[in-house]
């Protein structure tokens, strides 16, 4: 049973930076077509996870914000009347802080989002430049603005340790984040992933990335400034005021059950792992020719599956249950987790536990990537 239901929307009006959506870019959309589409995938996503109330929805992929208010509504009614709703849903829309997208914001309220998700990534022009956006920090600013008047909840992101970025820097940058009074933030660091054009631009000597230590001395100011606001960090990299943090997210760390529809939208059902056609005419085509765009369903054995929940939950600022845990997948916490390295990392002071429940510290947290492997049972690693 789905908790959550997350809607991809594929296109792009403009060349993405950050994804491989250039194909998806239209001059010209059959809004009709492709609602009939997602409703079909909607219904038989609802017939195999229904039976409980949605909790939360989430509007993403391309650019969400630039989908039809009409659809939108349109979409969640049909949610709505398979699912039905929690007393409190959150409906999160994600969007680029342009004025075209900012234009619809009103509407998209009006069509039952309350909560929006804005990439704004940094209060600074010459940082937008180097990140490849195509706002500036005036746009950006404006478009928050146009979404703290129209929408319930407002989020937005901030990417720091970029090349050469100074304490101070960042400091000024996330204090005047701070002032702008949302009640929820995702501050990330930059990495450099394989196959982005960060990556090229390493490898063409273009910039060099900071150091680690220059990186964790950016994480201490960023926790200390946001516990100071008011706003601590719920997962490594996200804060929220308390009460909230976003719904939709802790869905995924804390390994509960979501649909996802729409081309390339992955979910997890039961034990298995779902994948739609990613490309939006094969995704179409599955939809006529099957009823749904699926293209996988893939059974994740119960070794995966407890390997996924530790990799999320631990993230966590909660922590997680190790017993309940346990029990859920049919092991032993040992089973799980290296009881030895857990030790060993408590006495470093990067973990706590109280009884079965284990997290990771604050200390700990910019250690996380290093730290996951060491902890995971032999037995998961690579599950």
Same mark, same amino acid.
């Given at each position: 049973?789905?908790?959550?239901?997350?809607?991809?929307?594929?296109?792009?009006?403009?060349?993405?930076?950050?994804?491989?959506?250039?194909?998806?870019?239209?001059?010209?959309?059959?809004?009709?077509?492709?609602?009939?589409?997602?409703?079909?995938?909607?219904r038989?996503?609802?017939?195999?996870?229904?039976?409980?109330?949605?909790?939360?929805?989430?509007?993403?992929?391309?650019?969400?914000?630039?989908?039809?208010?009409?659809?939108?509504?349109?979409?969640?009614?049909?949610?709505?009347?398979?699912?039905?709703?929690?007393?409190?849903?959150?409906?999160t829309?994600?969007?680029?802080?342009?004025?075209?997208?900012?234009?619809?914001?009103?509407?998209?309220?009006?069509?039952?989002?309350?909560?929006?998700?804005?990439?704004?990534?940094?209060?600074?022009?010459?940082?937008?430049?180097?990140?490849?956006?195509?706002?500036?920090?005036? =746009?950006?600013?404006?478009a928050? +603005?146009t979404?703290? !008047?129209?929408? /319930?909840? $407002?989020?937005? #992101?901030?990417?720091? &340790?970029?090349?050469?970025?100074?304490?101070?820097h960042?400091?000024?940058?996330?204090?005047?984040?701070?002032?702008f009074?949302?009640?929820?933030?995702?501050?990330?660091?930059?990495?450099? =992933?394989p196959?982005?054009?960060? +990556?090229?631009?390493? !490898?063409?000597? /273009?910039? $060099?990335?900071? #150091?680690?230590d220059? &990186?964790?001395?950016?994480?201490?100011?960023?926790?200390?400034?946001?516990?100071?606001a008011?706003?601590?960090?719920?997962?490594?990299?996200?804060?929220?005021?308390?009460?909230?943090?976003?719904?939709?997210?802790?869905?995924?760390?804390?390994?509960?059950?979501?649909a996802?529809?729409?081309?390339?939208?992955?979910?997890?059902?039961?034990?298995?792992?779902?994948?739609?056609?990613?490309?939006?005419?094969?995704?179409?085509?599955?939809?006529?020719?099957?009823?749904?765009?699926?293209?996988?369903?893939?059974?994740?054995?119960?070794?995966?599956?407890?390997?996924?929940?530790?990799?999320?939950?631990?993230?966590?600022?909660?922590?997680?249950?190790?017993a309940?845990?346990?029990?859920?997948?049919?092991?032993e916490?040992?089973?799980l987790?290296d009881p030895?390295?857990?030790?060993?990392?408590?006495?470093?002071?990067?973990?706590?536990?109280?009884?079965?429940?284990?997290?990771?510290?604050?200390?700990?947290?910019?250690?996380?990537?290093?730290?996951?492997?060491?902890?995971?049972?032999?037995?998961?690693?690579?599950?």
């Open positions: 049973m789905a908790r959550a239901l997350y809607i991809h929307w594929p296109f792009c009006l403009k060349k993405c930076p950050y994804c491989d959506f250039n194909s998806h870019v239209r001059d010209e959309i059959d809004h009709a077509t492709w609602e009939a589409a997602l409703l079909a995938d909607l038989h996503e609802a017939e195999l996870a229904g039976g409980e109330a949605l909790h939360s929805i989430f509007f993403g992929g391309g650019t969400p914000s630039l989908m039809p208010p009409k659809l939108v509504n349109t979409l969640l009614q049909e949610a709505e009347k398979l699912w039905g709703f929690s007393p409190n849903i959150e409906i829309l994600e969007a680029n802080p342009s004025s075209v997208e900012a234009a619809k914001f009103a509407d998209l309220a009006a069509a039952g989002v309350n909560r929006v998700s804005l990439g704004l990534q940094s209060l600074d022009n010459d940082a937008l430049t180097f990140l490849g956006r195509l706002h500036n920090a005036e =746009e950006g600013l404006k928050l +603005e979404a703290q !008047r129209a929408f /319930e909840r $407002v989020s937005f #992101d901030l990417i720091y &340790a970029l090349p050469d970025q100074s304490p101070d960042w400091r000024d940058q996330l204090t005047r984040a701070l002032g009074g949302t009640d929820h933030l995702s501050l990330y660091q930059l990495t450099i =992933e196959g982005t054009r960060f +990556e090229s631009m390493v !490898r063409r000597e /273009e910039f $060099v990335p900071l #150091d680690d220059k &990186a964790a001395g950016l994480f201490a100011i960023t926790r200390e400034l946001t516990e100071q008011g706003m601590p960090a719920y997962e490594i990299s996200n804060h929220a005021r308390p009460g909230h943090e976003s719904a939709h997210n802790l869905t995924y760390w804390r390994y509960q059950d979501y996802g529809i729409g081309p390339g939208a992955h979910g997890r059902r039961g034990g298995m792992a779902t994948t739609r056609h990613k490309k939006p005419e094969n995704w179409l085509a599955a939809v006529e020719r099957n009823g749904h765009g699926s293209q996988e369903e893939r059974v994740l054995g119960v070794e995966e599956q407890a390997s996924e929940a530790l990799l999320m939950g631990l993230r966590l600022a909660e922590g997680m249950d190790l309940a845990l346990a029990g859920r997948f049919g092991m916490s040992s089973q987790l030895g390295e857990i030790t060993r990392h408590q006495d470093l002071g990067f973990l706590w536990r109280t009884d079965e429940r284990l997290g990771v510290t604050p200390a700990g947290m910019p250690l996380l990537d290093a730290l996951l492997p060491r902890l995971v049972t032999d037995g998961l690693v690579g599950a």
